[in-house]
């Protein structure tokens, strides 16, 4: 079933043509893998389907309504969460603070409440959550640590607890993998199949070719702001358009 | 968001010494340390809910103003309506966040500098009312007339009273603050500071939360001004200048704006060190100057880091280490 569908989405920068009627769809449950040389407006669609960006033209639907344009925050609502590139964490909170924000559409609370502790089995029922996701991506033994003194590694895997407490539908994850040495990479597939397998759809920006290959069902290719190619990774992997387009050389 | 408790049998110890000190004060200062001892109370106050508006990392240059505001409500509302403090005070709170309402529109449009400069200017504006509608608000030589209240025949002109009120006012509006703070409202304004994006992916609506703390900040800012303008009696527009914001801005940044406590150690010890420094007039703002700078270069994270300091160096047990001061 398709979860969310893009419809002619163009994105223009001024005189610059980002993204150019690209349409892709994905199915609930699967993890697509959206991949492309530098430049191909990858991010770019991503902020689109998020929010931070509104599409110059073109549809976004999820489960059938339209989203484009709407606000980041609205998004988050609806059940589209995404992941930021590099480390994007509040470095200056504790793993639990950091993972108690990724509470907020159920957790939030009016000044009233804060002030007369009216929210205390909902701040409760958050913590549970926070600790129950912390403990399923093996965090729970740091969750008094500061966001920065936590390894690379950790800091992925807390940037993805704070998607996953939300309890997305679709988790947009960009760029997971960079930066990260082979032990590493092995232990965030594991912890994104996992995710998977609690039925989040996964949509994945990588160019880590180990990683695509290995994890996703599905692959969209884009290059100068177009669909290139699709196809299940065996299939991208032997087309010669992409192969001259991004692997450049490699047989 | 701190879950455990501060009522640890320690804090109410030095807490209920601390509480002995400032209810025994006035009673050993002389008439014109009482009325110090007011206006730092107030001061308190101010800072605190200025700092409530920073959370979000936010900062404005409106707040003098937005304590003007409750200070004009209070006393238009005394002299028109004869309407008692018990009343002028929480009307001046309203008031103030009524306005703050309406300057979210345009104010919160902008972030950063351009939020700095901005609320600048609209507290400009705000002033420029006061100064030209002479009817109403009274010129550059403002209102007067304000008394304080008269209540089971305690005459709170008398400042040991008023002291008093005004120290049990400002506990209640700290307390409030205090819980905010450490709520989930308070967790979530600290996530817009650090990375109001990564806040926004997971459904926080960054600009309610950051109109939520100036509206807070300046609700509680207005009832500062209402407890200033009743026992002081009258209010120009001049006293809410940027001169005064410039002092808020030290008190703060001194103190130190990372922990609560902070900006009240700013206050009052700046407060004592501006009555030491009296017979100095004229070198008074270059003094204040080489603080500011010497605050900034030396500590960083104001007066509150100081124990800390002092523990690491004399390695008196694991202090917990410090968040970076990284912005963004």
Not at chain 1, 112 to 119: N, V, Y
Not at chain 1, 215 to 227: A, D, K, P, Q, S
Not at chain 2, 201 to 211: D, E, I, L, M
Request: aromatic letters at 12%; charged letters at 15%.
């Amino acid at each position: 079933m398709t979860i969310l569908e893009i419809k002619n989405v163009t994105k223009q920068f001024g005189g610059l043509t980002a993204l150019s009627d690209v349409s892709f769809q994905i199915d609930e449950g699967e993890i697509r893998g959206l991949i492309g040389p530098n430049g191909a407006g990858k991010s770019t669609m991503f902020k689109n389907i998020a929010g931070f960006y509104t599409p110059t033209n073109g549809n976004i639907l999820y489960q059938g309504k339209n989203i484009e344009g709407q606000k980041p925050h609205t998004i988050a609502e609806l059940g589209i969460v995404r992941t930021f590139q590099e480390t994007t964490l509040f470095q200056e909170m504790t793993v639990f603070e950091n993972a108690l924000v990724g509470t907020h559409i159920k957790g939030r609370t009016d000044v009233f409440s804060a002030i007369f502790g009216l929210d205390k089995n909902k701040q409760k029922a958050a913590g549970e959550k926070v600790m129950e996701v912390l403990e399923f991506m093996g965090l729970s033994d740091r969750k008094d640590q500061f966001a920065s003194e936590l390894p690379l590694g950790s800091q992925r895997a807390l940037a993805l607890s704070i998607a996953l407490v939300s309890e997305p539908k679709i988790m947009l994850m960009d760029e997971p993998f960079a930066g990260m040495n082979p032990e590493e990479t092995n232990h965030m597939m594991d912890l994104t199949r996992k995710v998977r397998e609690s039925g989040i759809t996964i949509v994945l920006v990588e160019h880590d070719m180990k990683a695509v290959m290995g994890l996703c069902h599905y692959l969209t290719v884009l290059n100068f702001g177009e669909v290139l190619a699709q196809g299940t990774p065996e299939e991208i992997r032997g087309n010669d358009k992409v192969i001259e387009a991004y692997l450049g050389g490699v047989k | 968001m701190n879950n455990k408790s501060i009522l640890t049998r320690q804090n109410i110890f030095f807490g209920a010494i601390f509480f002995a000190i400032i209810i025994a004060m006035p009673h050993f200062l002389k008439f014109h340390h009482q009325d110090l001892l007011i206006f730092l109370t107030v001061n308190v106050l101010v800072v605190c809910s200025y700092r409530l508006v920073t959370l979000t990392g936010e900062w404005s240059l409106i707040h003098a103003v937005m304590m003007g505001v409750g200070t004009y409500t209070a006393t238009l509302l005394f002299n028109h309506y004869d309407l008692a403090m018990w009343f002028t005070i929480p009307m001046a709170g309203l008031v103030s966040g009524l306005v703050a309402v309406l300057l979210c529109f345009p104010l919160l449009r902008m972030t950063q500098f351009y939020f700095l400069i901005g609320s600048f200017a609209a507290g400009e504006a705000i002033r420029l009312i006061w100064i030209y509608h002479v009817g109403l608000f009274g010129g550059t030589s403002g209102l007067r007339g304000v008394e304080p209240p008269i209540l089971f025949g305690i005459d709170f002109l008398d400042p040991i009273p008023y002291y008093y009120l005004t120290l049990a006012v400002v506990t209640l509006c700290l307390i409030l603050l205090y819980r905010i703070e450490n709520s989930r409202v308070g967790l979530t304004l600290h996530s817009i500071h650090w990375k109001a994006p990564l806040a926004e992916s997971v459904g926080v609506n960054a600009w309610k939360y950051r109109a939520l703390a100036f509206i807070l900040g300046s609700f509680f800012v207005g009832i500062a001004g209402a407890l200033k303008v009743h026992y002081i009696g009258s209010v120009t527009p001049n006293q809410f200048g940027i001169g005064y914001m410039v002092f808020i801005l030290i008190w703060v940044i001194v103190g130190g704006y990372n922990k609560f406590y902070g900006p009240i150690i700013g206050v009052i010890a700046l407060t004592v060190f501006d009555e030491s420094i009296r017979s100095f007039e004229v070198l008074r703002p270059a003094i204040y100057g080489g603080v500011l700078i010497a605050s900034i270069l030396f500590l960083p994270l104001g007066l509150e880091s100081v124990p800390g300091k002092l523990k690491a160096w004399f390695g008196i047990g694991r202090t917990r280490q410090e968040p970076p001061l990284t912005d963004q």
